[in-house]
């Protein structure tokens, strides 16, 4: 097949999205497809991101920094100009990821060739107006996420609850499609005494957070565990509010942003994975936690609750419910055998959730999404 990848952001700025895209494109290398990607540029003048990735070559369009958040690039340019880079590759699909604003033009370029869409639901974005001190523009985000939805030929939903969500807009032709956990990489194996020793050198017990530190991801929750006996907070990941949150979490050890095999080193190191955030459509750490054998305690909306089996990887607390975050981690820290036996049950939950299972199932919804597409041609063409 010949698919264009459009992202809402790419590298070098590595989120979710970001990540899931390397799998999948890595994938259809294997596969033997042809890949065009169109993503905002690094920086105004694009002078630091790759110009290919996996040999497929990477288009990119000028970008300005997100107020606020500048490892964040909002792509510039216009419906025109998308649909000139589709129309030069003619794709058989177009994959957007977590589109929304260059998502939106590659939806609406896409509609306007004719070429099938598949538009993958990443990202909670209408949420976040609350966050950033604009509740007032929560509703107009979610008719900009129901024009995107509408238009595309098909939607992917990561969980259950992102499922219902958009169902509850109204939005039609919604899959379910989650995300692979690399269980070779993220594996109990991991595990590493010296940097345990290095961050907990009394034998205290680790609870970790990994991710961006951002308003959305709701860190600062984690202040109710600070003085809980025994224990060490570590805060795996780099974000605008990192000095805030340093201040607010003064015992905490920040080790900045991880990835790879030092990132799977430390979260085989944790004895319990904590996420507060309320706004996860999936959550791509707390599998990563459960393949490295480590209980997770998280907030039960969003993708977690897909995630989490309670009472027996971990444990879910009522949003809002600070208290119940902190009793629960007191469960799980203050008893090794649960907590190891949780650990256990984890591991084994996500055996068989690796990225080649799911992309696969992800190439068979570009296939629908073609089907889809010439069936609705063929009856315009009659009408």
């Known amino acids: 097949m010949r698919i264009a990848v459009v992202a809402e952001s790419f590298l070098p700025h590595m989120n979710g999205v970001t990540h899931s895209l390397l799998q999948v494109i890595a994938h259809l290398r294997r596969r033997g497809d042809d890949v065009s990607i169109i993503a905002p540029a690094s920086s105004w003048l694009d002078d630091e991101a790759p110009p290919a990735l996996?040999?497929?070559?990477?288009?990119?369009?000028?970008?300005?920094?997100?107020?606020?958040?500048?490892?964040?690039?909002?792509?510039?340019?216009?419906?025109?100009?998308?649909?000139?880079?589709?129309?030069?590759?003619?794709?058989?699909?177009?994959?957007?990821?977590?589109p929304f604003i260059l998502g939106w033009r590659a939806v609406q370029a896409a509609h306007q060739l004719g070429i099938p869409s598949v538009s993958v639901y990443q990202t909670e974005i209408p949420a976040y107006a609350a966050r950033y001190g604009l509740?007032?523009?929560?509703?107009?985000?979610?008719?900009?996420?129901?024009?995107?939805?509408?238009?595309?030929?098909?939607?992917?939903?990561?969980?259950?609850?992102?499922?219902?969500?958009?169902?509850?807009?109204?939005?039609?032709?919604?899959?379910?499609w989650r995300r692979g956990v690399d269980t070779t990489r993220f594996t109990p194996g991991k595990y590493d005494a010296a940097w345990r020793a290095s961050v907990a050198p009394h034998g205290e017990r680790i609870i970790g957070y990994v991710g961006r530190l951002a308003a959305e991801k709701q860190v600062e929750d984690l202040a109710v565990l600070a003085d809980i006996p025994n224990t060490r907070l570590v805060v795996v990941g780099s974000g605008p509010l990192k000095q805030a949150l340093?201040?607010?979490?003064?015992?905490?050890?920040?080790?900045?942003?991880?990835?790879?095999?030092?990132l799977a080193r430390t979260m085989a190191s944790l004895d319990l994975f904590v996420h507060p955030g309320e706004s996860e459509t999936f959550c791509q750490t707390i599998q990563e936690a459960h393949a490295s054998g480590v209980p997770v305690v998280a907030v039960g909306r969003g993708g977690p609750l897909d995630l989490v089996v309670p009472s027996r990887t971990g444990w879910?607390?009522?949003?809002?419910?600070?208290?119940?975050?902190?009793?629960?981690?007191?469960?799980?820290?203050?008893?090794d055998t649960k907590r190891r036996a949780f650990g256990r049950a984890a591991c084994?939950?996500?055996?068989?959730?690796?990225?080649?299972?799911?992309?696969?199932?992800?190439?068979?919804?570009?296939?629908?999404?073609?089907?889809i597409k010439r069936r609705s041609l063929n009856v315009q063409a009659h009408d």
Do not use: M
Request: hydrophobic share 40%; aromatic share 8%.
């Open 54 to 98: 996996e040999g497929f070559p990477v288009h990119r369009l000028p970008s300005i920094p997100l107020r606020g958040y500048p490892n964040v690039r909002v792509a510039a340019g216009t419906v025109a100009r998308v649909r000139r880079l589709l129309a030069d590759f003619a794709p058989d699909v177009v994959h957007v990821a977590s």
């Open 135 to 176: 509740p007032w523009l929560e509703q107009l985000l979610w008719q900009r996420v129901e024009n995107i939805h509408d238009l595309s030929t098909l939607t992917l939903a990561p969980s259950s609850f992102a499922l219902e969500q958009l169902h509850g807009r109204g939005i039609r032709r919604v899959h379910l």
């Open 246 to 262: 340093q201040a607010r979490l003064p015992g905490a050890c920040f080790t900045g942003f991880q990835t790879g095999e030092q």
């Open 316 to 335: 879910t607390y009522t949003p809002g419910r600070l208290d119940e975050l902190r009793s629960r981690v007191l469960d799980l820290v203050g008893d």
């Open 348 to 371: 084994e939950a996500v055996q068989g959730r690796t990225w080649p299972v799911l992309c696969e199932q992800l190439t068979g919804y570009y296939a629908k999404a073609a089907e």
